[in-house]
C-alpha cells in the first residue's frame, strides 16, 4: 500500500485547520477576551494615565496600539500552539495528510482572523472613543496595527516551537519582545540612541512598527516611509511563518 505525502500547500487543509482552530478559540472565553478586550483596556489605562496631558496620549498612544496587539497575539498563540503539541493532537494532525506548511498557515489565519477584530476594535476605540488624534488616516493605523498583531502570531508560531511547557512559552516574551520594547523608539529616537544599539533596532522588526505609526500620527498623505515600513512589518511576519513551518514539531519530548 503506498501512502500519499501532502502538498507542500492545499487551500483546503488551510481552511479546515484555520476552522477548527477557530471552533476551539469559540470555546475558550477567557482567551477570546485576552486577545479582544486586553488590548482595548490597556489603551483606556493609558488615556486616563495622561489625562493632564493628551498630547501626550497622542504621541504615546499611536505607538502602543500596535505593540499591545503584538504582545498579546505572541503570548495565546506561542501557548495554544504549545498545548496542541504536548496534548498530542499537533502529532495526530500531522501523521494525517496535512502538511506543516498547512497548519502554520491555518494557524495564522485563524489568529489572523481574531487581529483583524482585535485591531479594529482598539483602533475605533482610540481614535474615536479616547479621542486619539492623528493627522493620517486611521485606515493606516489599523493597517499597522493589524500587521503588529499578524507579527505577534507569527513569532508565537515560531517560539512555540522551542519551549516545552507553557510557562517556558512565556519565558520567551522577555528574550523576544522586551528588547524590541526597549529599541523601538517609544522612549526615545533612536537616533538618540548608542550606535550599536541604534543598529540593533534597524534589524528588530517592531521599530519599523512604531515608525509606521508615527509616520500616520505626523503626515495626512501616504508617505514613501509608511510604505517602506509596513513592507518590512509584513515581510518579517512572512519570514518567521516560514520559519515556524521549518521548526515545527509534532510534539514535546
Known sequence: MSTTTP????????????????RQLRHDPRTIALMLLVPCLMLVLLRYVFDASPRTFDSVGASLLGIFPLITMFLVTSIATLRERTSGTLERLLAMPLGKADLIAGYALAFGTVAVVQSALATGLAVWALGLDVTGSPWLLLLVALLDALLGTALGLFVSAFAASEFQAVQFMPAVIFPQLLLCGLFTPRADMH????????????????????????????????????????????????????????RTD
Do not use: K, Q
Not at 502538498?7 to 477557530?22: E, G
Not at 509616520?215 to 514613501?224: A, Q
Open 7 to 22: 502538498a507542500a500547500f492545499s487551500p483546503a487543509r488551510t481552511n479546515a485547520t484555520a476552522a477548527r482552530v477557530l
Open 195 to 250: 550606535p550599536l544599539l541604534e543598529a540593533v533596532s534597524d534589524v528588530l522588526p517592531m521599530s519599523y512598527a512604531v515608525d509606521g505609526m508615527n509616520e500616520v500620527l505626523h503626515h495626512t498623505d501616504l508617505t514613501s516611509a509608511f510604505v517602506r515600513d509596513v513592507l518590512i512589518v509584513a515581510g518579517c511576519a512572512l519570514l518567521v511563518l516560514a520559519l515556524g513551518a521549518a521548526t515545527l514539531r509534532r
